[in-house]
Nanobody, 121 residues
Framework: QVQLVESGGGLVQPGGSLRLSCAAS????????MNWYRQVPGKQRELVAA???????DYADSVKGRFTISRDNAKNTVYLQMNSLKPEDTAVYYC???????????????WGQGTQVTVSS
């Protein structure tokens, strides 16, 4: 079994910063990519940032220049550094991983349970 556990969410003032972490554990041979999504009530879940095993990154236009995704391959962990936070960044942030559980196994994907980020004065 593979589990993704997010942490680092909380309440922050506009203009402040937070760093989210997502640690993958269990049977993991290789992680192809790890992404961050976010969702607010009544709205579609959206991709915030993505990073491949090779370090290639992509960001939603709404967070470019403010958020940075990074990874620690040795720890099977992905981070999302969020700066200059705005009230519209308020959402539940979800970690997603595309990975192989063992050598020669098909690629599979997993979701974390989410961590709440609230930006408010």
């Amino acid at each position: 079994q593979v589990q993704l556990v997010e942490s680092g969410g909380g309440l922050v003032q506009p203009g402040g910063s937070l760093r989210l972490s997502c640690a993958a554990s269990g049977s993991i041979f290789r992680i192809n990519a790890m992404n961050w999504y976010r969702q607010v009530p009544g709205k579609q879940r959206e991709l915030v940032a993505a990073i491949t095993s090779g370090g290639s990154t992509d960001y939603a236009d709404s967070v470019k220049g403010r958020f940075t995704i990074s990874r620690d391959n040795a720890k099977n962990t992905v981070y999302l550094q969020m700066n200059s936070l705005k009230p519209e960044d308020t959402a539940v942030y979800y970690c997603y991983a595309l990975l192989h559980t063992r050598q020669l196994a098909p690629v599979t994907n997993y979701w974390g349970q989410g961590t709440q980020v609230t930006v408010s004065s």
